[in-house]
């Protein structure tokens, strides 16, 4: 079980207040509150991290965007290294998404547009702001656009160290470590970069890029996606252990996390909750009651009611 970095505690407070935090240190996003009244559990501060700036979040919003409008409002000229730290986050960027799990991270260009999904279930963060200039000038291109750190390499496990050594250090201190940081995150860039991944590493980057981009159609199961990919089924389960979950689950918490954020977002503005499942990827509607249920503990109807969508039945 990786250790808790952030130790990060939360009350409730008004959304609007954590939007304000947030946007005053993180940066423009447009936050979708758990709920549409009353109090949201969340905290954002800023802290110095080894020589970096960085903040601390905590939330249980529904989903966090960053879109173009942000961007044109604050383009904020820099990458940060995202850390989960407790729970997960669905990240959506380049066209690809990313599951985070505690002590995953991911590095977030922060001049693309980009999404992040919480489905309404607490979350803290680290995001360890990264100055772009700096970042291009030391690495190229091959820092931008988005970029997941892959848990299986030795490298994370330095970051890692490297990470829990400037949430120690005192403010204004660190310059070393930060130097470190920059280190190990080039080697692992270049690495990435310069070398073919291997191929389980491929075949799981591919996977995810496919799951991302059909999900929406609901012929699209884990066997033709390993016919695309163009290896067995058995092989393509054995390639996604290391994540702690089957192709087939990873596809469904995908299109659950969809129709939940659509949901709750007052997207079916019809109180047509089916054509939600549908359009999300699903073709049994028992099975998409029962998966929802399961995994949030309450009704697709009911989500969508709570988001103002009266008449709809779950």
């Not at 952030?6 to 407070?13: A, G, K, L, N, V």
């Not at 996003?29 to 905590?58: C, N, T, W, Y």
């Not at 689950?249 to 997207?267: I, N, T």
Request: glycine letters at 10%.
């Amino acid at each position: 079980m990786t250790q808790e970095l952030s130790h990060i505690t939360t009350d409730e407070i008004p959304i609007e207040v954590l939007r304000q935090d947030i946007n005053e240190i993180c940066g423009s996003f447009e936050i979708e509150p758990a709920h549409r009244e009353g109090p949201s559990h969340g905290l954002a501060r800023s802290q110095k991290m080894g020589g970096f700036d960085a903040a601390l979040v905590s939330l249980d919003a529904q989903h966090v965007n960053r879109t173009r409008t942000c961007i044109r409002r604050d383009p904020a000229e820099y990458l940060y290294m995202l850390v989960q730290d407790v729970g997960e986050c669905v990240v959506h960027q380049n066209g690809a998404a990313t599951l985070l799990r505690p002590g995953d991270m991911f590095l977030v260009d922060a001049t693309r547009p980009s999404q992040f999904i919480y489905d309404g279930k607490l979350s803290h963060q680290i995001s360890v702001h990264l100055p772009r200039d700096e970042m291009i000038g030391r690495f190229g291109s091959i820092c931008e656009g988005g970029v997941a750190v892959d848990r299986t390499d030795p490298l994370w496990v330095a970051l890692r160290a490297v990470l829990c050594k400037m949430t120690q250090c005192p403010p204004g201190a660190g310059t070393h470590l930060s130097e470190a940081f920059y280190g190990l995150l080039g080697a692992y860039l270049h690495q990435r970069h310069t070398q073919l991944p291997d191929a389980r590493g491929q075949i799981v980057e591919q996977a995810l890029h496919l799951m991302a981009r059909h999900f929406r159609d609901p012929d699209f199961g884990p066997s033709k996606l390993a016919s695309e990919l163009r290896v067995s089924l058995r092989s393509l389960q054995r390639y996604f252990e290391p994540l702690g979950e089957t192709p087939g689950q990873r596809l469904l918490h995908l299109r659950l996390a969809r129709a939940h954020s659509e949901l709750s977002g007052g997207r079916c503005r019809d109180g047509a909750v089916a054509d939600c499942a549908y359009r999300c990827g699903f073709n049994d509607l028992s099975h998409f009651y029962r998966a929802f249920r399961q995994r949030y503990g309450t009704t697709p109807g009911a989500v969508a009611a709570v988001s103002g969508n009266a008449g709809v039945i779950g």
